[in-house]
């Protein structure tokens, strides 16, 4: 692998990123890194605040910049925000530096991985109250229908619906080690 030995590894919430990126560079001995986790440790207050209190544009441009600064490294797995590859730039940015993985689920998989964790504003509505599971699966296909495009640029899909992803690990690690880099296949 080249291209500055660089990992970004996308997809929607619930997908596991981090979990799956936490391994994946331990294995390879390299450093991992969580955007979102940096952007909370620079500003000093989490994603769901920065976006509550300055909107989604200011978001995405520390976004953006902590991308830019994250392309430095070398050796690094990169968990991507569910958004980042929204942006185009974005994603010739990470084309340019790194190979991409997209970590794909089904929507009622993600919802019921979601829909307990608290630090996730998604399942709220306007009023604080909880979203029926009807109202939070049209919320979820919604932003998939949004970011899909970004998703499916990625140079390799792995999907991750199966509790075992020690074969995709194993493949994914293997293929960096070998330096292999097939584009647009499905693990």
Not at 33 to 50: A, H, L, P, Q, W
Not at 92 to 119: D, F, M, V
Not at 132 to 137: L, R, Y
Request: aromatic content about 6%; proline content about 1%.
């Amino acid at each position: 692998m080249n291209r500055n030995e660089l990992l970004f590894l996308t997809g929607f919430m619930g997908t596991g990123k981090t979990t799956l990126g936490r391994v994946i560079a331990n294995c390879l001995g390299w450093d991992f890194y969580d955007i979102d986790r940096e952007i909370e440790k620079d500003s000093g207050c989490s994603v769901s605040k920065i976006v509550i209190e300055n909107g989604e544009k200011y978001f995405r441009e520390l976004e953006k910049t902590k991308l830019i600064e994250l392309c430095q490294k070398k050796n690094a797995v990169i968990s991507l925000g569910g958004g980042s590859l929204i942006d185009l730039s974005n994603r010739k940015l990470c084309k340019s530096h790194g190979l991409i993985i997209y970590l794909k689920a089904e929507l009622p998989i993600i919802y019921q991985r979601l829909r307990k964790k608290t630090n996730r504003p998604l399942f709220r509505s306007e009023m604080e109250e909880e979203m029926s599971e009807k109202e939070a699966m049209e919320k979820l296909t919604v932003l998939l229908e949004q970011r899909r495009e970004g998703y499916e640029d990625a140079d390799i899909t792995i999907e991750t619906d199966a509790r075992d992803f020690g074969k995709s690990i194993d493949k994914i690690v293997r293929r960096i080690r070998t330096g292999k880099s097939d584009t647009r296949r499905i693990i």
